[in-house]
């Protein structure tokens, strides 16, 4: 807060001169005003970057604000409750064994409709485009029958989340990664303790560097799970098994 009460003022102030600017040289031509406001500008970016500073802090606070664990509630009504209350919290959806999917509008009205299945297994998880980080995956952890797990364009799931999953290794038959900026190899190379997968999505990963190389790697490390990621990949495949077919072929005489 100290950090916003030395820039609020300085702000304040930029902005009276942005419109003072404004009013000053509305009569000048477009060249003499686009030197001012580039002297402005340049004369107050310490402070633009100090704000910039103060809302990126102010950011992750929330972050990690919504990723605690709610330790209490797991003990006072079980890690199922705990852990479809913390997805619906964060906008995400929960699938109960033998119910429908539960997106709810309301936090008071999630909470009640768990109440009613503090004794059935949360068998999938879709929290696509959630906040969830490190520290959140501790509510989900505790579904010990969890299957279907959806990470989807995750801003905050990176490598260090994904070491985590081996918790899930006896259960855990689909895992959508789609879209999550952080996760690189490294995380990927995480994934060999889930031999149970059946469906892997890795597609649309900015951070893995070389796609299509890397989706065969992890198609070898799982050899009974269908991967999803790059076409490359697959035109890959294809020139390397006729290759190899050329390579057995006998030479004509």
């Known amino acids: 807060m100290q950090s916003l009460h030395l820039v609020a003022p300085i702000w304040n102030r930029g902005t009276r001169g942005i419109r003072g600017l404004s009013n000053t040289v509305a009569p000048e031509g477009n060249q003499r005003k686009g030197r001012m406001l580039l002297k402005f500008l340049t004369d107050r970016f310490y402070d633009v970057e100090a ?5 990126l802090q102010k950011q992750m606070s929330k972050v990690h604000k919504e990723n605690r664990s709610f330790t209490h509630m797991k003990e006072r009504y079980g890690p199922y409750v705990a852990g479809a209350y913390f997805i619906l919290r964060q906008g ?31 068998e999938a998880v879709d929290a696509s485009g959630c906040a969830i980080n ?32 081996h918790q899930l290794a006896n259960s855990l038959q689909e895992l959508s990664l789609a879209g999550c900026p952080r996760i690189s190899e490294r995380g990927l190379a995480c994934l060999h303790h889930l031999q149970n997968l ?3 999505d890795i597609s649309d990963l900015p951070a893995v560097s070389n796609p299509g190389l890397t989706q065969i790697l992890v198609e070898e490390m799982l050899p009974n799970c269908e991967v999803l990621g790059t076409e490359w990949a697959q035109g890959l495949k294809s020139g390397l098994r006729e290759q190899s077919q050329d390579t057995a072929s006998p030479a004509p005489a």
Request: proline share 4%; with cysteine; hydrophobic share 40%.
């Open 92 to 122: 995400g959806a929960v699938k109960f064994q033998g119910k429908e999917w539960i997106r709810s509008p309301g936090r008071g009205h999630s909470f009640l409709q768990l109440l009613d299945f503090q004794a059935v297994p949360v």
């Open 134 to 165: 490190y520290e959140g995956l501790d509510n989900l952890l505790a579904l010990k029958e969890l299957q279907s797990l959806s990470l989807q364009r995750c801003p905050h799931v990176d490598d260090w989340c994904l070491s985590r999953l």
């Open 51 to 55: 704000l910039r500073e103060y809302l």
């Open 198 to 200: 059946r469906r892997l």
